[in-house]
């Protein structure tokens, strides 16, 4: 029983931490971002935003990556890995969805972005990562937080080399929406389903 509440009381503390640097960075977030578009509004640039900023940030990263079908697209890339980094990744692959809705990018530029925004290398993350180390091991905070931009910049690399080595070893992508999975291009997950349902049904015949 002791271990039960131990246990308990340690997992609502990090648990608490985990929640707390949630609000507090995408509040911070959203601060930043109206305080942008309110000096923008006061000089006349009513667009201005933080993923505007993010996109000239981020700009040489999404060319370098591969995405260089033009500027357009390119700028959007860019956007998107500017969200995912300073915000995270589920926001970010939810305005990809929003980009892919309006077909504003070509196959070739949604898989490197897709490859590109997939991880959890994130300020948000790396937030959470150092509560919950710290609460873990509170001796060694200062080190983790020494460490955790260190973290955030190799991930981050990782997830564009991924991108990089897409864009070089498939020539011809296929960007697969709903509306094209009867092409027969695309992965289906009812043929997957099936296909690995026959391969079970053959290892129990087996037996």
């Avoid at 990090?14 to 109206?34: P, R, Y």
């Avoid at 983790?144 to 997830?159: D, Q």
């Avoid at 070089?168 to 997957?192: M, Q, R, T, Y």
Wanted: glycine fraction near 6%; proline fraction near 3%; charged fraction near 15%.
């Amino acid at each position: 029983m002791e271990c039960i509440s131990s246990g308990s009381l340690v997992a609502v503390q990090i648990v608490t931490a985990v929640v707390a640097n949630l609000i507090s960075f995408m509040a911070l977030m959203a601060l930043i971002n109206g305080l942008v578009v309110y000096a923008g509004t006061l000089l006349g640039q009513p667009h201005w935003n933080l993923e505007l900023i993010f996109g000239y940030a981020f700009f040489p990263i999404a060319y370098m990556i591969g995405v260089t079908e033009n500027l357009e697209e390119t700028m959007i890339v860019a956007r998107l890995i500017g969200v995912k980094i300073i915000i995270n990744d589920f926001i970010a692959y939810k305005r990809l969805g929003d980009v892919l809705r309006e077909d504003s990018l070509s196959p070739r530029s949604v898989m490197i972005v897709t490859y590109a925004l997939c991880s959890f290398s994130d300020f948000i993350a790396a937030g959470i990562q150092m509560a919950v180390l710290s609460e873990m091991a509170p001796s060694r905070k200062q080190l983790i937080s020494k460490l955790v931009l260190r973290a955030l910049f190799a991930g981050c690399v990782s997830c564009f080399m991924s991108a990089a080595i897409a864009g070089i070893l498939i020539d011809e992508p296929v960007a697969c929406k709903p509306k094209s999975f009867s092409n027969g291009k695309c992965f289906d997950l009812n043929v997957h389903q099936t296909f690995m349902e026959r391969i079970m049904a053959n290892n129990n015949s087996l037996f």
